[in-house]
């Protein structure tokens, strides 16, 4: 048993190792010069300098892009649990064929590659003037969001008994009002997960933002972007832009991390 122990942590380092390198990698480079990093990207740095991270956040005009992609990160995390959990909701609680088809639709969706709409999505789009707008761009990660919250959400609702919607509605509430105030309340657990998830996926976006907005309005992703040339590449200044970028959803994911986990824990009970 105690070897069966041991052998199952140090399995865990191994891997909590081979997760940790690539961060530490960026890390230690991102206060090196370019010729130090060429040289040996594996060495600590010889002096532990502030300058590429300074240069960094002004040539990536870092407050522009941060407020940029916290804007659309935001907007967009809730409208992915305000519409999908009331479609997942309808789905589960009407019974109606179409739902199913409905269901089913959402879920063939999810298989479908980004990469193969860009052309189309561009040309559509770009014909409409829907693009370059943080709102549209909203507009557009709930499109393509939408299949797998509703695809989580359907799952957790069914397993709430339709005994409280039948009990509501004696007491005289209508089927919004159960939504708000019996079923959404119940959806903590798994609206937790579904809050990380998609501040992850949104947060660190680059094609869609890409495609989508142009130079003023541009995220953290895109502005890091701008310092890798076609040419030539300043790594010191690639690396701590990149440590700039995901510092702020590393502080999120720190200071959720006991709701999240609890939130994938009562989720699974349920």
């Given at each position: 048993m105690k070897i069966k122990l041991n052998f199952k942590f140090l399995l865990a380092v191994i891997f909590a190792i081979v997760y940790i390198f690539p961060f530490s990698l960026v890390l230690i480079n991102s206060f090196k010069e370019r010729v130090e990093i060429i040289a040996n990207p594996l060495k600590l740095p010889a002096e532990f300098s502030l300058t590429n991270y300074i240069t960094?956040?002004?040539?990536?005009?870092?407050?522009?892009?941060?407020?940029?992609?916290?804007?659309?990160?935001?907007?967009?995390?809730?409208?992915?649990?305000?519409?999908?959990?009331?479609?997942?909701?309808?789905?589960?609680?009407?019974?109606y064929r179409r739902n199913q088809i409905i269901f089913i639709i959402l879920i063939a969706s999810m298989i479908i590659p980004f990469q193969a709409l860009m052309i189309p999505f561009v040309s559509i789009y770009g014909k409409l003037d829907m693009l370059n707008s943080r709102l549209y761009l909203v507009y557009f990660y709930l499109g393509f969001g939408v299949a797998l919250s509703t695809f989580m959400y359907h799952g957790f609702i069914k397993s709430i008994p339709m005994a409280l919607d039948e009990s509501a509605t004696i007491e005289g509430a209508n089927k919004f009002q159960i939504y708000r105030h019996i079923i959404l309340p119940m959806l903590k657990p798994i609206t937790a997960t579904i809050v990380i998830l998609n501040s992850l996926w949104i947060w660190n976006d680059f094609l869609l933002p890409s495609l989508a907005l142009f130079q003023k309005s541009r995220t953290l992703p895109l502005s890091t972007f701008s310092f890798f040339g076609r040419f030539t590449t300043d790594f010191g200044l690639a690396m701590a832009g990149l440590v700039l970028s995901m510092l702020p959803i590393i502080i999120l994911y720190l200071a959720l991390q006991r709701q999240i986990i609890s939130g994938i824990s009562e989720g699974a009970v349920k």
């Amino acid at each position: 048993m105690k070897i069966k122990l041991n052998f199952k942590f140090l399995l865990a380092v191994i891997f909590a190792i081979v997760y940790i390198f690539p961060f530490s990698l960026v890390l230690i480079n991102s206060f090196k010069e370019r010729v130090e990093i060429i040289a040996n990207p594996l060495k600590l740095p010889a002096e532990f300098s502030l300058t590429n991270y300074i240069t960094a956040y002004e040539r990536m005009d870092y407050a522009s892009a941060f407020f940029n992609s916290l804007i659309i990160t935001v907007t967009a995390v809730i409208v992915l649990i305000i519409f999908p959990s009331m479609l997942a909701y309808y789905l589960v609680r009407f019974n109606y064929r179409r739902n199913q088809i409905i269901f089913i639709i959402l879920i063939a969706s999810m298989i479908i590659p980004f990469q193969a709409l860009m052309i189309p999505f561009v040309s559509i789009y770009g014909k409409l003037d829907m693009l370059n707008s943080r709102l549209y761009l909203v507009y557009f990660y709930l499109g393509f969001g939408v299949a797998l919250s509703t695809f989580m959400y359907h799952g957790f609702i069914k397993s709430i008994p339709m005994a409280l919607d039948e009990s509501a509605t004696i007491e005289g509430a209508n089927k919004f009002q159960i939504y708000r105030h019996i079923i959404l309340p119940m959806l903590k657990p798994i609206t937790a997960t579904i809050v990380i998830l998609n501040s992850l996926w949104i947060w660190n976006d680059f094609l869609l933002p890409s495609l989508a907005l142009f130079q003023k309005s541009r995220t953290l992703p895109l502005s890091t972007f701008s310092f890798f040339g076609r040419f030539t590449t300043d790594f010191g200044l690639a690396m701590a832009g990149l440590v700039l970028s995901m510092l702020p959803i590393i502080i999120l994911y720190l200071a959720l991390q006991r709701q999240i986990i609890s939130g994938i824990s009562e989720g699974a009970v349920k």
